[in-house]
């Protein structure tokens, strides 16, 4: 029985694979993800052409998001531009802007989320994992630290700018307060609690300048 099993299976499998290619399915997938650009550009602040989507894991407060052209998304982004937050019973106010430029690609679960301000240049890319925040739940203090993480006031110590052509690598962390110039390389996994220099690789927890290329020529 076991064996039949595993014989209808690699059947099935390609049958499968005969009817859908994996190239077809690519193929399909970019339009679908094309599709639900086109469909989501007119809910945006400003979207350019070309803006594609795939599977999107949540999205909050488009109007105050601005993306320019030929700029992508993979599965499962969370795209967040929080202008009311619940807190203590009411409501926190904020006035957040989230800024992309043309010619981005943003890999799977990514999270980008603003309170205040990120801004992130033409030609970024990142891997997987990816988090952009401008914000923190509630400040180091006793006070808050005796709430839970969910109850405390979202913070923020400034806004994000991430320059031209940089890259960030799977599971980068970079936090508020911080200015990336064009053309840094943030290395995987690193946490970026200060700003970096253009030009640069950065790397580590917190994240540290390990090379700058302008300075090796």
Not at 101 to 128: E, M, Q, Y
Not at 183 to 193: H, P, S, Y
Request: net charge neutral; hydrophobic share 40%; with cysteine.
């Amino acid at each position: 029985m076991k064996a039949i099993k595993q014989t209808l299976m690699i059947l099935a499998s390609g049958i499968h694979h005969f009817f859908w290619p994996y190239r077809r399915k690519a193929r399909w997938m970019e339009f679908v993800s094309f599709l639900r650009g086109e469909w989501l550009r007119r809910d945006f602040n400003s979207c350019g052409k070309g803006v594609y989507f795939a599977r999107i894991h949540q999205l909050v407060g488009q109007k105050y998001i601005s993306i320019g052209d030929d700029t992508g998304f993979d599965q499962d982004v969370c795209l967040t531009a929080w202008d009311c937050y619940p807190v203590d019973g009411g409501t926190q106010g904020h006035t957040p802007s989230i800024d992309i430029g043309s010619n981005c690609h943003f890999g799977a679960w990514n999270h980008i989320t603003a309170i205040d301000r990120v801004v992130i240049g033409d030609g970024c890319l990142t891997g997987k994992w990816v988090t952009i925040s401008d914000n923190n739940h509630g400040e180091m203090s006793l006070e808050d630290m005796q709430k839970r993480p969910s109850e405390r006031k979202l913070t923020s110590k400034g806004s994000v700018v991430i320059g031209k052509n940089v890259w960030i690598g799977d599971k980068a962390t970079i936090l508020s307060g911080v200015e990336i110039g064009d053309g840094a390389v943030v290395a995987a996994n690193a946490v970026v609690t200060k700003s970096i220099p253009g030009y640069c690789v950065a790397a580590g927890n917190p994240a540290r300048i390990i090379k700058k290329v302008l300075e090796d020529e």
